[in-house]
């Protein structure tokens, strides 16, 4: 029963260039959201997603940031035109969202850093 | 808005102790709590959930209590190992379609 799967694990962009972040989520769980963590700084939510819908985008940049969940294959967010600001750990957790219990198994997450 | 402390400050103990962390929320009121594990490099790993209705629950050496009147839910490590060091982070939630927030989490050094 593999866990939750996020590629690449490291990602070194330029400045201006786009990055993608890939997050399998387990089997059987249909609920995915995507955090954000600086060095020593919590886990800032950043999206709620289940298949082809967006739940919740309260914590995304309403720029250059976006996010899928597409029907078929992985959840993917995207940074558009990257900024040195944009380095952090990017973690990606998934749910059962089952009555009262969705607690989240989380992904090795990808270190993006903004060169 | 909804507010969720942790204790910002490391917190050491000597192994074979008892280490207690505590969460606190405000402008919230929980279905439920979560509290997770996170190591340095990481993705945080669930640990315990527990519901409005039950006041403690335990797995192994871990309790975690939850008072809705004082809005506040301890977490216990008894006969703490220098492998439970670890940043632990606490999760209200509300359940169904709602995001999950997490607070800042306490990084705990059990000392040998």
């Known amino acids: 029963n593999a866990g939750v799967m996020q590629n690449p694990r490291h990602l070194v962009r330029r400045r201006g260039q786009e990055a993608r972040l890939r997050c399998s989520p387990m089997?059987?769980?249909?609920?995915v959201y995507w955090y954000r963590q600086l060095p020593e700084e919590g886990l800032k939510f950043m999206v709620y997603?289940?298949?082809?819908?967006?739940?919740?985008e309260s914590g995304m940049p309403k720029e250059r940031f976006s996010a899928e969940f597409p029907k078929e294959g992985p959840s993917i967010l995207r940074i558009q035109q990257v900024v040195r600001g944009d380095s952090a750990a990017y973690f990606c957790?998934?749910?059962?969202?089952?009555?009262?219990?969705?607690?989240?198994?989380f992904g090795p997450g990808t270190r993006l850093t903004v060169t | 808005s909804q507010k969720i402390e942790q204790n910002s400050e490391a917190l050491n103990i000597q192994e074979g102790k008892t280490a207690t962390l505590t969460c606190n929320y405000t402008?919230?009121?929980?279905?439920?709590l979560q509290w997770y594990r996170q190591d340095p490099g990481r993705g945080p790993v669930f640990l315990l959930l527990i519901r409005e209705n039950e006041k403690e629950k335990r797995k192994e050496r871990l309790k975690v209590t939850f008072d809705t009147t004082l809005k506040q839910s301890l977490f216990h490590i008894t006969a703490s190992q220098p492998a439970d060091s670890a940043t632990y982070l606490c999760?209200?939630?509300?359940?169904?379609?709602?995001?999950?927030?997490f607070g800042t989490g306490t990084k705990l050094q059990v000392i040998p």
């Open positions: 999760a209200p939630s509300s359940g169904g379609y709602q995001k999950v927030t």
């Open positions: 089997k059987g769980h249909s609920h």
């Open positions: 957790a998934s749910s059962p969202l089952v009555y009262q219990r969705d607690e989240q198994y």
């Open positions: 997603l289940q298949k082809e819908n967006i739940i919740d």
């Open positions: 402008n919230y009121s929980p279905a439920y």
